[in-house]
């Protein structure tokens, strides 16, 4: 198992920018991909970004194309979401989740807590 913790999350104007981290402790060897997923009220939850630890090749949603970036840094076991441009539909619990898998969408099996975004003027 991988224990997660998201951070950096918080209320932000529209056109601005959050960097939310994901700090990964546990079986981190265990997992090939992390993602970053989001669930906003009423709604389910959806899935915005990926990157592969090996290689760091990414995916994303294409809503998020152009403004957000997925990083990780290897020697601290952590995973980054630069999230510029904001807008209000961006507004949600921004969940951080790890994979034994090789997909990008499925197989995620560790989550983390979550942290609030909010979008407002």
């Keep these: 198992q991988v224990q997660l913790v998201e951070s950096g999350g918080g209320l932000v104007q529209p056109g601005g920018s959050l960097r939310l981290s994901c700090a990964a402790s546990g079986r981190t060897f265990s997992r090939n991909v992390m993602g970053w997923f989001r669930q906003a009220p009423g709604k ?55 994979s034994s898998g090789s997909t990008w969408y499925g197989e995620y099996d560790s989550w983390g807590q979550g942290t609030q975004v909010t979008v407002s003027s």
Aim: net charge positive; proline share 2%; charged share 20%.
């Design 44 to 98: 389910g939850r959806e899935f915005v970004a990926a990157i592969r630890w090996s290689g760091g090749s990414s995916h994303y949603i294409d809503s998020v194309k152009g403004r957000f970036t997925i990083s990780r840094d290897n020697a601290k076991n952590t995973v980054y979401l630069q999230m510029n441009s904001l807008k209000p539909e961006d507004t949600a619990v921004y969940y951080c989740a790890a």
